[in-house]
């Protein structure tokens, strides 16, 4: 009876350690997109329909077929040691050699339940097409540039055909390091699928699963039940919406500038508390500053979605011109690109008390910006493709 039982016991925990598989599917809705390429990696972001373990193959671009050889694995490691099981899959590629492309594939393996780590009900597995369609490449930051190229865009609020236009050159794309989205490219997050629909979606089929994208909110981007769930969307290389990167020795700081009315205004509802967040971020900014690579750093540029403003402000100008001017003024900026007014603007060093240009993009144009070490230079094209304003520092 004992040795019956015992064998009851050793098949009821085989069949429960036993892999178990549903039929359940997963597919990309959103993506990949790239971000925070640097010189030995960088980060695929994309989204699923079903909850899945994600992971990325890379293979550098050379003549073989990517099924030449097994291809490294990838995994998200924001669970620090647990495979996320997530719809948003965030994986950081690392260990890749400088200035060098490579092909890279989403992979995804859907799970149906997770009861517990002896209990997971796994669906099928998904894995990019390498058969009729290429796979997405991306070319890591060399050690130097002689030149910085970038576009920029913002305020688009929602217009997600004319952020279609504004990237449909594929080869004008190809030669931007990246591009940067400065704010309000939605207007009210009510859903967070305004998020893919209106902004990821279209930017991924365009540029963005080949051409970094980086991002920073609008005032715009704190309205609506979701908004807050766009910061699961990008993978911002300090864990916040305000962080640094360089290309080269350009100096790239991007600021999160907050709401255009003081938190206490009946149109917030008591939904925000971003003014001592600001404080926050003063407080870093003013450690960025005080760091040798800005110190270091052969140009410096400030991103910020609302511009400092002194006169006929808004609160959030205010704010602008008020917390962060006093740290930026003395720290030697080249240049500051703005957004929010939806018309285009260049100001001089020393207009509305900044100690640098401020150049402000219009709402339905695409600004084109070179950085060497003699000037600045911008462009700026309208969904047509017709160059409206151009501008040297
Ligand atoms: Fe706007
Ligand atoms: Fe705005």
Known sequence: ????????????????????????????????????????????????DNDAIGWVEVAPKDEQHFYYAERPKFYDMSGCGIKPVNKIHKVQVTGLEPGKTYRYRVMMKAVDHYYSQLDIVYGKEYGANTYTAALPEI?????????????MVNDLHEKDSILRSLFSDEKRNKGFDFVFFNGDMTSTISDEAKIMNHVLIPASETFASYCPLYFTRGNHEFRGKDAIKILDY???????????????DVFFLVMDSGEDKPDSDIEYQDAYCTEPYLLQEAEWMKGVVASDAWKKAKRRIVFSHIPPDTKNAWHGNYNMATIFLPILNAAGVDLMLCGHYHHYYSRKKGEHDAAFPVVINSNCE????????????????????????????
């Open 1 to 48: 009876m004992k040795r019956i039982l015992t064998a009851l016991i050793l098949t009821f925990a085989a069949v429960t350690l036993s892999a178990q598989e549903s039929s359940v599917l997963v597919n990309v809705v959103c993506g990949p997109f790239v971000q925070n390429v640097t010189t030995t990696g960088f980060t695929v972001v994309w989204v699923s």
């Open 139 to 151: 070319t890591t930051q060399k050690e130097s540039y002689k030149e910085v190229r970038f576009a």
């Open 366 to 393: 695409r600004m084109e910006v070179s950085v060497t070490d003699s000037k600045i230079s911008m462009e700026v094209y309208d969904a047509d493709g017709k160059k409206v304003h151009t501008l040297s520092l």
């Open 234 to 248: 990008y993978a911002f290389p300090e864990g916040k919406p305000y962080y640094t990167f360089t290309y080269g």
